[in-house]
């Protein structure tokens, strides 16, 4: 046990390191791509206008009702069958497994996150626009100034749960052939034979990052709802 | 009309393969949520800690890495509790993939329904039970009559949200070799007629359908868990 373990390190020690930096450079690429989708999304969720709400609504019900894993198989086999795609300027990225994982985890993170923003935007106390439009403030600037930042507030403890289920989704690129954390761990496993080993170390260095990211949550969570904590007497 | 060129027999197996597992694995789920709920809430120290290390561990991992990891495992601790019996027969013994996800993906919700469990069963009012014994029921009695009915309400909505996540996980299954879910005769179709969108597609309309059609399911459970209430 102890020895296959020292094996698997020494053998594959980097390429865990490797894999490691790979699943957070995916994770937080993706979350940001994401992140800047998420919001006009989120608007268009709840919007008066038809036209708006109706593609926003049906975006997010696909994305969120079908596995990442066909999302994922769908950009990088699916594109490639139709030769529009295979001719345009965009094919030698969209060839390489790389920017077909980013492309499928940043468009299903925008999903998730435009349903979690856009519940926190309904929910906003209707006095904080009102207050902003008695101030003189246009729509734009309402809802960058006092209606997104509000929501965000209010929606970061789900928004946090999305980004460890996001972290934890991009072990997904392995099975095209990404070697991120779970795909050093399988070529680990394949090389020594020591299955559970491998695949161990991996979850130990899951685990630690998914600590790592929750507290950071809380964090921000302590930093941004500041203000309705009750003073200190 | 063949719309998926002669595959929409296999399609329909598929499919009916995907939510069988799904199925299974929900029924694990539920019963190690309650089985982790009552660890967490029991006044037993081992069992909470127990309870503790099952969550934070799982809910820490992905769930492919999961999947992997207990598919490998779980064959590896048979053999080893069977090689007394097995002693005579060099056979290896294999757990057949359809079981392997069913345990993997129940064994990985589980954990979370303990979490939604622990919530709805603290959020039975403690009268309730009080009440309960107060009239002369038995401590059983007051499990299944009293609490569990009004928990349910509180954990219908969780249960519902960690169902959809469960069912879109049972595409991973043929990530471990399962070949005739519905994910499986996808990828055995685009391997065959090169048309990988077409079958992609399809498998995403499969999954939207599965989920339309729990979530009529899930309304109509909710509304009876209410029942007698507003």
Known sequence: ?233 | MQPLLGYEARFAAGLAITAAVALCALALALSLGLAGAGAKLSPNRWARVAAEVYTTAVRGIPELLFILLFYHEAQKLLNFVLSDAAAQSTEVLQIPPFWAGVLGIGFFYGAYMTETFRGAFLAVPRGQSEAGLAVGLSRRTVFWRVIFPQMLRHALPGIRNNWLVLLKATALVSVIGLSDDMMAVANQAKAKTQLPFLFYCAAAAGYLFLTAISGAAFNRLEKYARRGIA
């Open chain 1, 1 to 233: 046990m102890i020895e296959n373990f020292a094996v698997v390190l020494q053998k594959y020690g980097t390429l865990y390191l490797q894999g490691l930096a790979l699943t957070l450079e995916l994770t937080a690429l993706s979350l940001a791509a994401g992140f800047i989708l998420a919001w006009p999304l989120a608007a268009a969720l709840h919007s008066r206008r038809r036209t708006a709400r109706i593609p926003a609504r049906g975006f997010v019900y696909v994305m969120t009702g079908t596995p990442l894993l066909v999302q994922l198989f769908l950009v990088y086999f699916g594109l490639g069958q139709f030769a529009a795609v295979r001719e345009s300027a965009l094919w030698p990225l969209l060839r390489e497994p790389y920017w077909c994982a980013l492309l499928a985890f940043s468009l299903n993170t925008a999903a998730y996150s435009a349903e979690i923003f856009g519940g926190a935007l309904k929910n906003a106390p209707p006095g904080e626009a009102e207050a902003a439009k008695s101030f003189g403030m246009g729509g734009m600037q309402i809802f960058t100034r006092i209606a997104a930042p509000s929501a965000f507030r209010r929606a970061l403890p789900a928004y946090g749960n999305e980004m460890i289920f996001l972290m934890h989704g991009t072990s997904l690129a392995s099975v095209v052939t990404i070697l991120d954390l779970t795909g050093a761990a399988r070529v680990a496993a394949r090389g020594t034979f020591a299955f559970g080993e491998s695949y161990f170390v991996a979850v130990a260095l899951y685990m630690a990052t998914t600590a790592l990211l929750a507290a950071a949550v809380k964090l921000a969570e302590r930093r941004m709802l500041a203000h309705l904590r009750p003073a200190a007497v």
